[in-house]
Every structure is written in C-alpha cells, then in structure tokens.
C-alpha cells in the first residue's frame, strides 16, 4: 500500500494569513493526488484533483502543486470559512488518505 | 444536482451483521465508480471498497476482506455494503462516495450513516 504522511498534524493561522500543507506519498504516485476540505460533522468536500486541478466552484484561493512523491495545498489568504481538515489522498492504487491537517485559529 | 443518501447504520454487536445503502440520485449512476469510505470517531478518512460501473470489478482494504462485500444494482440506482463479522474497529461514519469520470478521486460524497459495533 502507499502510505500518505501530511505535515504539520495542526497549524494555527489567522485569518488573511497564507497556509501551506505538505503531503508525502511512500512512492511516486505521478500526480495522482486529490486535496479535500471536512468541517465537523460534515462529508469531505473535494478541492483539488490530479495534484493542481481545481475543482469546479472552489475559491481560487486554494491551489495545488506537486508530482512524484511531494505535494502542497496552499491557500493564499485564510478565510473564516477555511477553518477545517485537510486530507490528500493518492489514487495512483487503491486509494489512501493523509493522516489530516486541521487548520485552527491562532 | 447530484445526491448519495445513505441509510441503514446503527448498533450492531460484534459478530453481528449490517447492510448499509446509498440512494443514488441526479446523474447516470451506471457510468461511474462508486466507493465505501469510513471515518472512526475522531480519526481519519479509509477508504473501504470501490465497484465498477457494471460491477464486475470490486476491490477492498485489506482489513474488510472476506468480511464485507460491494454491490449495486443499477436499475434502483443504489449502492449497498454487505458488513458480517462486524468488530469493534468497524465503528466508523461511512460515506457513499463517487469517482468521477475521469479519475480515482472523490467528487460526491453523502452525508454518512454511522455504524457502531459493541456489546
């Protein structure tokens, strides 16, 4: 299996700041990643696909970069709505997920 | 606009059985890959199994083989997750979850049913 590790677990931001999460893949996975946004209590939203593609109807705030092993989500000026959970998750193979980063209020 | 409602969660003891379903709703539900994905209390996303358009292809995570099985019948636009031999490691919310055309992400999910296995 690919085993997905994001850092940092937790990031403490203010709103305007700009975020960047990581998420390392065990092996290549080309640009096979996806990025997804889960509020509390919520399903997971999906952001990004194919590692920089941006969804349809997500803020061009959010992007995404990254091939082969290293990925980034970065988010350019924080948001209220933006306080959430983050997960990447490869699709190269089966599919997994990130641990998670959730993005708190500093 | 596109909708997975799922039903059938609740408290089941180990060694039990469950069926979960996912009502499909607002797009061509035969042409697309639709996957199980779980979330313990507090944890992560896991993915669970996933199932070809026409369902002659089913996969799943290594924990759940031999124990759970995907299904779906095209004709009711739904989705089904047989669970037998249910452990208390099975808690978890699952979600019904598309595959869009194109890809092995997750372009819809539902809103979760959760299954709780204890004693």
């Known amino acids: 299996d690919i085993q997905m590790t994001q850092s940092p677990s937790t990031l403490s931001a203010s709103v305007g700041d700009r975020v960047t999460i990581t998420c390392r893949a065990s092996?290549?996975?080309?640009?096979?990643l996806a990025w997804y946004q889960q509020k509390p209590g919520k399903a997971p939203k999906l952001l990004i696909y194919?590692?920089?593609s941006l969804e349809s109807g997500v803020p061009s705030r959010f992007s995404g970069s990254g091939s082969g092993t290293e990925f980034t989500l970065t988010i350019s000026s924080l948001q209220p709505d933006d306080f959430a959970t983050y997960y990447c998750?490869?699709?190269?193979?089966?599919?997994?997920f990130g641990g998670g980063t959730k993005v708190e209020i500093k | 606009e596109v909708q997975l409602v799922e039903s059938g969660g609740g408290l089941v003891q180990p060694g039990g059985s469950l069926r979960l379903s996912c009502a499909a709703s607002?797009?061509?539900?035969?042409?697309?890959?639709m996957s199980w994905v779980r979330q313990a209390p507090g944890k992560g996303l896991e993915w669970v199994a996933n199932?070809?358009?026409?369902?002659?292809?089913?996969y799943y995570v290594d924990s759940v083989k031999g124990r759970f099985t995907i299904s779906r019948d095209n004709a009711k636009n739904s989705l089904y997750l047989q669970m037998n031999s249910l452990r208390a490691e099975d808690t978890a919310v699952y979600y019904c979850?598309?595959?869009?055309?194109?890809?092995?992400?997750?372009?819809?999910w539902g809103q979760g049913t959760l299954v709780t296995v204890s004693s």
């Open positions: 199932i070809k358009q026409d369902g002659s292809e089913k």
């Open positions: 979850a598309r595959s869009p055309l194109n890809g092995g992400n997750f372009d819809y």
């Open positions: 194919k590692a920089s």
């Open positions: 998750q490869q699709y190269n193979s089966y599919p997994t």
């Open positions: 607002g797009f061509t539900f035969s042409s697309y890959w």
């Open positions: 092996q290549s996975i080309s640009s096979w």
